[in-house]
């Protein structure tokens, strides 16, 4: 059971969680046609507008309304290089439209409208910034009970800050995983994290990592020895097996997506073989998988 965890950590190792909060980013409106229109905001630009996505693609060309409501609609302004919009609201401020219409985005393959448990379920208990289209699922696991006991144990705590972007949905489609482009993310490494590794490290004591969020953070906020950086910046780093981690020794993760660059992280950090074990192992005894699914510990 997940609650083993507590046993596994010993005293004096280091816990990073993500503490990133899911925004209700996820807007639906109708196009003038009267057909819906989905807009999923990703982060805030300039001038008040937002980086957004949505469908469907010929609701969202330039000029182009989508009502959330007789008062209120989102206008796309520009169609970017990467595909995304540059959107902005008319009626009124982006808050605003969040507060009133905004629902939580829960991944695609949830076929269902967000529901109340899910204001619960899909938010960390230690979820405070908001600034994500998803959760950063291994979290989700943990009560705080479980971090009361981890503490009590010994076992230090920290957080950093990795808005989650839609890129975690993206399958991996290139044979060649040169040809995959990965989304940039932002990411917010607190000096107290800094502090906080480096004394255990020079304890002894080994850095666990809660999801793959936060092993990307870490490993792009380090330099080639390891030594962690505080500070705010953009992260699109790709890993893949035959990388060189320097920062994270253990790992907490769900059960991914196949052709996912969430699962190719966790075959890099494990070894393919033993991933794939893994993996056959939970189809066989029929674990969940994916965002509400069961976690694995990678030591």
Do not use: C
Not at 5 to 19: E, K, Q, Y
């Amino acid at each position: 059971m997940f609650g083993d965890l507590v046993s596994l950590i010993p005293a004096g190792d280091l816990l990073v969680l993500n503490s990133t909060r899911v925004r209700h980013a996820r807007l639906i409106g109708t196009r003038p046609s009267g057909g819906e229109a989905e807009v999923l905001l990703i982060h805030p630009g300039a001038d008040d507008t937002w980086i957004a996505m949505g469908r469907p693609g010929s609701a969202m060309r330039p000029g182009k309304r989508i009502t959330l409501a007789p008062d209120v609609l989102v206008e796309t302004v520009e169609v970017l290089g990467d595909g995304n919009r540059m959107v902005r609201f008319v009626g009124a401020s982006a808050e605003e439209a969040i507060a009133r219409f905004g629902q939580l985005p829960l991944p695609p393959y949830i076929a269902r409208a967000p529901g109340a448990i899910d204001e619960d379920r899909y938010q960390t208990v230690y979820a405070r910034r908001e600034g994500s289209v998803a959760a950063p699922t291994a979290g989700l696991h943990f009560t705080s009970e479980l971090l009361d006991q981890l503490a009590k144990r010994g076992v230090r705590i920290a957080d950093l800050d990795l808005e989650v972007g839609p890129g975690t949905f993206k399958p991996v489609e290139s044979e060649d995983l040169r040809g995959h482009v990965m989304h940039a993310e932002r990411y917010d490494v607190p000096p107290a994290l800094v502090g906080a590794v480096a004394e255990t490290r020079a304890r002894g004591g080994r850095v666990w990592a809660v999801g793959t969020t936060v092993v990307r953070a870490l490993e792009s906020a380090a330099d080639e020895a390891g030594v962690l950086r505080a500070g705010i910046a953009e992260t699109a780093l790709f890993v893949t097996p035959g990388y060189r981690f320097r920062v994270v020794d253990h790992l907490v993760t769900n059960f991914h997506l196949p052709r996912s660059t969430l699962l190719m992280l966790v075959s890099a950090f494990a070894g393919y073989e033993q991933t794939m074990d893994a993996y056959r192992h939970a189809v066989a005894q029929r674990y969940r998988f994916y965002s509400y699914g069961d976690a694995m510990v990678v030591p």
